[in-house]
């Protein structure tokens, strides 16, 4: 048995370094693969789902069986021999890839250490096999975006193998933190959405480093909005879901949103709504909370 997607030309990304994956093949290897060695820049990915056999790499043998992996790559001369009795089952992802890493990527490791790479033989630590499984699901599937899920598949599978040659060491990569932009509106977004009940422009202000002056014309930029008509809109949503999806009485509910009293909340509910709190509640539509009709 034999699938074979070959004649491919499936770029993909990894940091700044672009790889061409030519060939992905799932077989029973029932004959021997005579010594070979590819050329440069050229890199084969073997894994070894099922049964067993021997790879014999710059005239040093090596022993296969489930789990096994093993990069061959420019250079590395290496035959395969399935045992007779039990014949392996092999996953093999033929790359082309530039000789360097692509420039420009001051953090970039992965790229470099598998280049850098020309043999490893190894165990799966880096739960490889689903990666080989789903890459054949794709394409035989190909179900919309298959071309975008086979690149995400191939990247992580060069990743997932630079963990298994370094031993999953801890790495100074980081990501770039966010702008001042970016990052405000996250902090203001999360404080209206968890902090409504008691939320004040001070307090907002100083999450922000602003002042509450500053605070205000930034809520006014991003969102068209006070500070304080932005609070009533994040109370009045809330209520709308306390109304709507549980028991809770007018009274309960305005003291859970921060008010002073049910009139209080009463009044500006029915501003916000044209409607009073006992009014919305009886309107409103209810979800099933199953599935069933």
Known sequence: MKILYSDLDIRFMVERTEFRALNII???????????????????????????GRAVVDGQPYRLGPGT?????????????????????????YLRAPEKPGRGEAQASVAPAFLATHFWFGQDTQALLPLFVGLF?????????????????LQQLLVRLVRCYEQDLPTPERFSP??????????????FLYEYQNCSLAA????LGLSPRQTERLLRQQYGTTFQEKRTQARMSAAAVLLVETAASVTEIAM????SSAEHFSGAFRRFYGLSPRAYRSAAPRAPLSGRD
């Open 69 to 93: 992996v093993y990069v061959t790559g420019p250079g590395a001369e290496h035959t395969q021999l399935p045992d007779q009795n039990d014949p392996m089952w092999e996953y093999c992802v």
């Open 178 to 191: 966010s702008n001042r932009k970016d990052s405000s509106t996250v902090i203001i977004e999360e404080f």
């Open 137 to 153: 699901q794709a394409f035989g599937e190909r179900r919309t975006g298959y071309k975008i899920e086979v690149q995400s598949l």
């Open 26 to 52: 799932y077989e029973r290897l029932s004959r021997r693969i005579p010594a070979h060695s590819h050329g440069p820049g050229c890199y084969e990915i073997h894994y070894i789902s099922a049964g067993y």
């Open 256 to 259: 859970e949103l921060g008010y």
């Open 204 to 207: 907002l202000a100083d999450r």
